[in-house]
């Protein structure tokens, strides 16, 4: 209904031009419908395909397409109908329009592919100055249409607004109650939970996409369970044109994945409800952290677990991909970037080797310099559901203005682990392989282990396994012993950066 009356608003502002971008071109077109009822004006529309005609309005009669000033009903099979070949090409159409039509709103489709033909500009642009005179109103509806200077100042742009929470839940008891009734009244069988989290997952979505999911997750089983949830995410993060430097990341993790991270596993199930939305608090919700630390000590895990633990979805800044070598095109893809995050909310967004995307230089005039005010513009002044996880290995190319308090929520140190947490890991790694762990002497590993990180034991169990294989034997402690002793462990190979690092996080950061 807002929507409904902002756009007889826009109508009746004396715009002779208004355009709306969207997708969902019939839900565009029945609420002008409705509006132009209200407003009491005639209503056509122009495509390529069928050229101009008129488009019915309930409650209005509907006459003939071509002669305004009589009351042939259309289709009366005139004596002399008039030729309709030129009237799907673009520039006869809008003379057409300009010449015949009055006190009316003509809908002209998919005009975008021609903006760039001067002549049809111009045309455009005569027909705006005549609205005093015609109250000609013309809509540009298309999915993506961008105005030339000179068009711009006689356009008004009017946005179909994104369904909210209460019109999310609607349309799933609705898709429901159609489910049921074409299945001899069988209920739909839902979780509270997943029926909650799908609302969340579907906002930021149009009405026709939403629908569309929430069929997909009813009709293949009757059900609402969440197995639904990962689908509906990878869906939705498809139909807002995620690709390239945005990634979605599949494989999530738990909390209980992690060895360790005890500090940071309290913080996070601390602000978990405010950021799902299950309490209502007088503060902001959590905007992000930024997880510095030794390599391999479990970073990148953390992030893919706070996503899997608040269970929202978790997409990926790809920094490789993000800088383009033609003037401005990295901004353009950081800002892209940033606008499919907040629209894929709420969601984690992973800033992995942050450092490396953002390290600020003399050699690539002034780029890296223009993405980070970006990317700490964005994160002053964004307020959707987007938290922020970065992750960075050299504390050194990190500029001020990103780690001072107030730009994230805390900053969190990942040490090399100590046995306690060693030995967790080991249990972690050995039950994720299908070994028991108390088969095998933890303290002992532990031991065994010191100075190495969560990575290096992990693939200090794969090995292992590997060795156990090759014997044709079952995993033993010995087979994990024998592979710590042949390892290096990063403790060892880069002693003198590590110990730089801990000496700078000390007092500065918050230990995992």
């Not at 070949?85 to 300009?98: D, F, G, H, M, Y």
């Amino acid at each position: 209904m807002t929507d409904r009356r902002d756009l007889e608003l826009v109508l009746k502002s004396h715009f002779p031009l208004v355009v709306i971008e969207t997708h969902e071109e019939p839900r565009a077109l029945e609420m002008l419908r409705k509006a132009a009822v209200n407003i009491d004006r005639d209503l056509h529309a122009w495509s390529v395909t069928e050229g101009l005609r008129r488009l019915e309005v309930a409650g209005k009669t509907r006459f003939s397409r071509y002669n305004r000033d009589t009351l042939t009903l259309e289709g009366d099979g005139g004596a002399n109908p008039p030729d309709r070949s030129k009237e799907t090409e673009p520039l006869p159409a809008l003379r057409r329009i300009k010449d015949a039509y009055q006190d009316a709103v003509v809908v002209l489709l998919d005009f975008h592919p021609y903006m760039d033909d001067p002549h049809l500009v111009r045309l455009l642009k005569e027909i705006a100055i005549g609205f005093p005179q015609n109250a000609l109103t013309l809509v540009l509806l298309s999915h993506r249409l961008a105005l030339s200077d000179e068009l711009q100042r006689y356009a008004a742009r009017f946005e179909l607004s994104l369904p909210d929470a209460a019109a999310l839940e609607r349309q799933i008891n609705d898709e429901a109650t159609l489910w049921s009734g074409r299945n001899n009244k069988t209920p739909v069988k839902a979780d509270r939970e997943v029926f909650r989290q799908l609302v969340r997952q579907l906002q930021g979505l149009t009405v026709t996409d939403a629908g569309r999911l929430i069929r997909n997750a009813i009709h293949d089983d009757g059900a609402l369970t969440e197995s639904d949830l990962p689908e509906v995410m990878k869906a939705k993060y498809e139909l807002l044109g995620g690709e390239g430097i945005l990634s979605f990341e599949y494989d999530t993790a738990k909390l209980a994945d992690i060895g360790g991270f005890t500090a940071l596993k309290r913080w996070l199930e601390l602000r978990r409800p405010a950021f799902v939305g299950e309490i209502d608090l007088p503060l902001e919700p959590p905007k992000g952290i930024l997880l510095l630390g030794v390599q391999g000590s479990g970073k990148s895990l953390a992030a893919k677990a706070v996503a899997g633990t608040w269970k929202v979805p978790l997409v990926r800044l790809d920094f490789g991909r993000l800088y383009n070598k033609f003037f401005g095109e990295t901004e353009r893809n950081i800002r892209d970037s940033l606008r499919s995050a907040e629209m894929m909310a709420p969601c984690v967004l992973w800033l992995d080797e942050i450092e490396k995307g953002i390290a600020t230089g003399d050699n690539d005039n002034g780029t890296s310099q223009r993405v980070l005010g970006t990317l700490l513009t964005w994160m002053a002044e964004n307020r959707r559901p987007v938290f922020v996880v970065a992750t960075a290995n050299d504390i050194r190319a990190l500029p001020p203005e990103l780690i001072r308090k107030g730009r994230m929520d805390e900053i969190f140190f990942s040490d090399l682990p100590d046995a306690a947490t060693r030995a967790e890991i080991f249990a972690i790694h050995l039950r994720k392989r299908g070994q028991d762990p108390a088969a095998f002497d933890p303290a002992t590993l532990a031991a065994a282990s010191d100075g190495f990180s969560g990575a290096e034991i992990e693939q200090a169990v794969v090995g292992a396994l590997y060795a156990a294989h090759a014997r044709r034997a079952a995993l033993s402690a010995a087979d994990l012993l024998e592979e710590l002793r042949r390892t290096r462990p990063l403790a060892t190979v880069m002693a003198e950066q590590i110990a730089e690092l801990r000496i700078w996080a000390a007092g500065r950061t918050v230990p995992v």
